[in-house]
């Protein structure tokens, strides 16, 4: 009786095992993900410090594929701003998504802790 019990926990135990480095393989990528987001609205942050110190007269160019197009300044500053939102929004989605795959890590390493205390129990 005893293989049976054996042959399942070696099944849980794989399966955990697997589980277990999917998600820090999803974690590792979700956290250079949330760095790249950081440096995107940092970068878009500082880029909109400097245009604000500009006058609103100043002709100002937006970089679109290998051209330059001329945009007024409020155009150009509404676009960092959007820019900035979406990676807070972003990072945001990242982070739950992080902590859901690290609570789902741990519900199977108890669901495997209660399946040890129930095969010594007996």
């Known amino acids: 009786m005893a293989a049976p019990v054996d042959l399942e926990l070696k099944k849980a135990f794989a399966e955990l095992q697997t589980k277990v480095l999917d998600t820090q393989q999803k974690a590792k ?10 440096r995107t609205k940092k970068h878009a942050n500082l880029t909109d410090g400097e245009i ?9 160019y937006e970089g679109v594929g290998r051209m330059f197009i001329l945009q007024p300044k409020v155009i150009i500053h509404n676009q960092l701003l959007e820019k900035q939102k979406i990676a807070e929004e972003k990072i945001k989605e990242l982070e739950q998504r992080k902590s859901y795959l690290e609570r789902s890590v741990k519900d199977a390493e108890d669901n495997i802790r209660e399946m040890l205390m129930a095969r010594r129990g007996q």
């Open 29 to 38: 990528l979700a956290d250079l993900q949330i760095e790249q987001l950081n």
């Open 52 to 60: 604000a110190a500009l006058p609103e007269e100043a002709r100002m």
